[in-house]
């Protein structure tokens, strides 16, 4: 086994440590206090050809593979998890479903600007209703001709204000006591598509989280993603590669809480000596050190099993699990470190703290996560 990084792994993670601190890091307390989306730090994200890593340069991607998407995402989200979750679901949501099942006509129309940062990649599957329960989606397609007409409502959708089109599941008729559901790619300019950015979060707040209103939206049927009554299948298969994203943003949250809290440990004085200098903190921050390396490894393990083309169902779904309620933990004890400064919106790791929780919840709760690995274990 080999643990170390290629070469062009370390250049991608240097790359991407040099350009969160210089330029994600500088405003990111200031665009969460406005809640301003880092639309300058995604433009030069393009710039820099990062917009499709992992896909192939025929498309206007990086070439690079699953592992580089992870220290990627890792680097964002250390100095802010917006980025990093805009960063995240571009990816893995908004591009993947179309390089796995699109048409090569939907590539070149589709995938290319997505990979060249044109736009921004959405994926609308969650609705009001169907959470974890992705498979009570409500949005219904009827075919009309040549074009479906689409009706229904999705919820928490990331990126959407930003993205030209989206791709979103909707009922297509049934088979037996079951839903078929298909995939279409929208555009969100389409007459009778409204998006709606009004959400009140807890944390995450410069990224982009949405509502898509469906009225009479009629795309062509040359707009169908994949294969017609597959597309709850495509969209779980898309899953699989997005826990390893939400993994990957749950490490970079952790590190970053866990670098403030070592920082600040040295550097806080009660009782005559530094905070590090007592056996509880230390333990807290050995704790901490520990558990963001075996999560790291877990997000590593599942990449790397994807990039050889191998099942990856149940280490995704470990990884996220581990990642995200790590994350968690870290932040908490974060906070705890900093005392009464840690509530304090200038030492950052509040935010960090706000910006965790979601890494539980979203791309499969922690308890969907559990039901997915004692499925893969045979129970």
């Given amino acids: 086994m080999n643990f170390d990084l290629t070469e062009e792994q370390k250049m991608i993670r240097k790359l991407m440590r040099d350009f969160a601190e210089g330029e994600v890091a500088p405003g990111a307390d200031e665009r969460d206090r406005k809640k301003e989306f880092p639309l300058e730090v995604i433009k030069k994200m393009a710039k820099l050809n990062l917009m499709g890593l992992p896909f192939p340069e025929e498309y206007g991607g990086a070439g690079a593979d699953t592992i580089s998407f992870a220290i990627a995402v890792e680097e964002l989200s250390r100095v802010d998890a917006s980025v990093g979750i805009t960063y995240s679901a571009h990816i893995s949501l908004g591009c993947a479903p179309i390089y796995l099942f699109g048409t090569e006509e939907q590539k070149r129309k589709y995938l290319v600007p997505l990979c060249r940062g044109e736009t921004l990649g959405a994926f609308g599957l969650t609705e009001p209703n169907a959470g974890s329960d992705a498979g009570g989606t409500r949005t219904k397609a009827e075919r009309d001709g040549d074009e479906w007409v689409i009706n229904g409502t999705k919820c928490f959708i990331t990126n959407a204000s930003y993205a030209d089109f989206v791709s979103l599941t909707a009922v297509t008729g049934r088979k037996g006591d079951k839903s078929e559901i298909t995939a279409f790619i929208v555009p969100t300019d389409a007459e009778g598509f409204t998006v709606n950015a009004n959400y009140l979060k807890m944390g995450l707040h410069s990224s982009n989280t949405t ?169």
């Fill in 211 to 379: 509502e898509l209103v469906l009225e009479n939206v009629r795309v062509p049927h040359e707009n169908v993603l994949g294969k017609i009554g597959e597309g709850f299948k495509q969209f779980l298969i898309t899953l699989d590669g997005g826990r390893i994203g939400i993994g990957a943003m749950a490490v970079g949250i952790a590190q970053g809480a866990y670098e403030a809290a070592l920082r600040y440990a040295k550097e806080r004085v009660q009782f005559g000596q530094s905070l590090s200098k007592f056996q509880a903190i230390q333990h807290k921050l050995a704790d901490m050190a520990m558990n963001i390396e075996v999560a790291r490894n877990m997000v590593y393990k599942a990449a790397w099993l994807k990039d050889q083309g191998r099942r990856f169902t149940k280490e995704a779904s470990m990884c996220k699990l581990f990642a995200s309620e790590m994350a968690m933990r870290v932040c908490d004890q974060a906070v705890q470190i900093h005392g009464g400064w840690g509530y304090m919106h200038d030492f950052k790791v509040e935010r960090y703290f706000r910006d965790a929780k979601l890494t539980e919840i979203g791309e499969g709760t922690s308890e969907i996560q559990r039901n997915i690995i004692a499925r893969e274990i045979g129970c």
